[in-house]
């Protein structure tokens, strides 16, 4: 991977595609403002939308599950259903805490989001049966309503048995008590569904995330590179610029990565960095080398070793961030999203996107107390 060196001679390069910066720098779709804008359509949509007509047009209620491994667009999904939906509230909730109580209050303190913190903090119980009764009341005050939740796995595989027992029972207990035009949307991991389907006692409908088809990977690239790229004047759509990556090399990319979209997404972010410096360098590339460039990026480690982070380990995408974070706060000391947002200067929604994808690329962690630090330092 390219190192620090590299990186100005980088994103001059990117301009041979009319790009201002590599579009596959962030991975998450929750470091995007709006998903709408890079989504592609596949048959998961026309499923997921055909089951969520039933509860707008015709008044139904729903129970849903997005089913799919790690990176296969099940978050994505969520949030493009909270913008698409114009016409019903919804409401999004990330379940990354491991215990029912604080899941539950969770989801209660987000629907009830409409009332100010102060007074927020006074009306909500601690009481899960309370909890639940002020769920369900608050959605059904709704025509329409809408309830995502992410990550379930954190509570119901990684929690104790008890905590998935009673969030798989709380699920269906808020269910049972929504009026019609209705939804509740799960996505989760495999496992987490296993769990939940034996615990449930509500009719439920299961969309399970697959890989994607070669047409589908091309899709979704040049959707994402067009969202980044330059406005071009006449004189510069005159040009006839080809795109970075060919049908062959998708093809390629996409079954490396398993048609998983995340792992093509990750792929595609070094592969252009490479690519880009290998051709400002060469100013051509034979069909061998950059075949070589795929399998270089695809084989890249993303582990750090013990002791301490290795300048390149860490992705030209993150790692300007990383190194104004390692700058205020060092190995050894800790920080929280905040400050993380502060350094960056960026809203606290993108910080802890930036924050998840760093600790996806084991650069981070979190630590007992709830904070954050750089990988290898001890807190």
């Known amino acids: 991977m390219p190192d620090e060196s590299d990186i100005k001679v980088i994103e001059a390069g990117y301009l041979r595609w009319m790009l201002r910066a590599n579009p596959f720098a ?8 709006e998903v709408k804008e890079v989504h592609v359509d596949t048959d998961i949509d026309e499923k997921l939308a ?7 047009r015709d008044g139904e209620k729903r129970l849903i599950f997005l089913v799919g491994e790690f990176g296969t667009g099940k978050t994505h999904r969520l949030r493009l259903i909270g913008e698409i939906l114009e016409e019903a509230s919804t409401f999004y909730v990330k379940i990354d805490v491991d215990d029912f109580n604080t899941a539950i209050y969770r989801i209660a303190h987000v629907v ?11 009306r909500i119980p601690k009481d899960p049966d309370q909890l ?6 608050e959605l059904n005050s ?6 995502l939740l992410d990550e379930v796995e954190n509570v119901v595989v990684f929690g104790t048995r008890k905590d998935a027992e009673l969030f798989s029972k709380a699920i269906s207990r808020i269910f049972q008590g929504l009026n019609g035009g209705k939804a509740i949307v799960i996505g989760c991991i495999p496992p987490a569904y296993d769990i939940m389907k034996r615990l449930i006692d509500v009719p439920h409908e299961k969309i399970e995330m697959r890989r994607l088809s070669p047409a589908e990977a091309s899709r979704i690239l040049k959707k994402r ?6 406005l071009m004047n006449k004189e510069a759509r005159d040009f006839g610029l080809d795109e970075p990556f060919t049908e062959d090399l998708v093809i390629k990319m996409n079954e490396m990565a398993g048609g998983n979209p995340r792992k093509l997404m990750k792929l595609a972010r070094n592969v252009l960095a490479v690519l880009t410096k290998e051709l400002r360098e060469s100013g051509k590339l034979s069909k061998e080398k950059v075949l070589q460039i795929v399998k270089s990026a695809d084989e890249g480690k993303e582990t750090p070793p013990e002791g301490g982070i290795l300048e390149e380990k860490v992705p030209d995408g993150l790692k300007e961030e990383f190194d104004a974070l390692r700058k205020k706060f060092p190995p050894g000391t800790s920080f929280s999203l905040l400050e993380a947002s502060r350094v960056w200067g960026l809203k606290l929604i993108e910080a802890n996107a930036l924050i998840s994808e760093l600790m996806r690329e084991g650069l981070v962690y979190k630590t007992e107390t709830g904070r954050y630090s750089i990988k290898g330092s001890k807190i």
């Open 142 to 147: 709704y025509d329409l309503a809408v309830l």
């Open 132 to 137: 639940m009764e002020i769920i369900v009341d």
């Open 112 to 122: 009830k989001s409409g009332i100010p913190a102060k007074l927020l903090k006074r």
């Open 50 to 56: 055909d089951i969520l007509d039933k509860v707008v």
């Open 225 to 230: 590179l067009e969202y980044y790229r330059v």
């Open 26 to 33: 962030y991975l998450s779709s929750e470091s995007l403002e």
